[in-house]
């Protein structure tokens, strides 16, 4: 199993430019989240999904849309970048269990 | 609603002395508390689980946490650190869908 994949690792991205972060489990789980990490802040929850069709908002939503189509991809959306979303971002799934399993993250930059 | 707090932003050991991280959370539904560890440039990978039962619980890598009901406390320990230890480790709790997490300690371990 590969687990949860993410791509890409590295992006620039000039300030209002869009761009989408791919996030692929082969686990099966029906819970999947995106997190932003920013230094000496922990992760904040974006958007998070419970199942294929089912997306709701977390804790900093605002300038991210999410979609969710199958049970193994999330992609998680940015319109009109901004400064701001400089950050590295973090896609994860969970199981029954409540443990969740993190991808590598993305490294963006917004210049 | 839950909440994490992390009471060291940073904790500076030397090799082999032991270690203690302080965890204190706050949750309205079910107490599920977890530790991860997070390596340089790297994702989240759990550490250790208090789902029910014993309250002292056992991880990967030498680390155990207890939890305390009364002092709502979930503090992670290692008796003897390794140099490789060096990393930043989150508390987490769950909520019905969701993790929160702390802001994170750094532990830094040196020779």
């Known amino acids: 199993n590969a687990g949860v994949t993410q791509t890409p690792k590295f992006r620039i991205l000039k300030i209002g430019q869009s761009m989408t972060l791919q996030c692929t489990q082969d686990m099966n789980h029906n819970y999947m989240y995106w997190y932003r990490q920013d230094p000496g802040m922990g992760l904040k929850l974006i958007y998070y999904s419970v199942g294929a069709g089912i997306t709701d908002k977390g804790e900093v939503p605002n300038g991210y849309n999410v979609s969710r189509s199958t049970t193994e991809d999330f992609p998680l959306r940015l319109e009109l970048a901004a400064p701001s979303q400089t950050s590295v971002y973090f896609c994860?799934?969970?199981?029954?269990?409540?443990?969740?399993?993190f991808g590598p993250g993305t490294r963006l930059t917004v210049l | 609603a839950q909440s994490v707090t992390q009471l060291d932003s940073q904790v500076p050991v030397f090799e082999e002395a032991p270690v203690e991280l302080r965890c204190n959370y706050s949750s309205s539904v079910s107490v599920y508390l977890f530790w991860y560890v997070q390596y340089p440039n790297q994702g989240l990978q759990l550490l250790l689980k208090y789902l029910s039962g014993s309250t002292l619980v056992k991880g990967i890598n030498g680390f155990e946490a207890e939890f305390n009901k009364s002092q709502t406390s979930f503090h992670l320990r290692k008796p003897s650190v390794h140099i490789s230890d060096t990393a930043e480790y989150f508390c987490?709790?769950?909520?019905?869908?969701?993790?929160?997490f702390g802001k994170g300690t750094m532990l830094l371990v040196s020779p």
């Open positions: 987490a709790v769950a909520g019905y869908s969701t993790l929160t």
């Open positions: 994860a799934s969970m199981s029954t269990y409540n443990e969740q399993f």
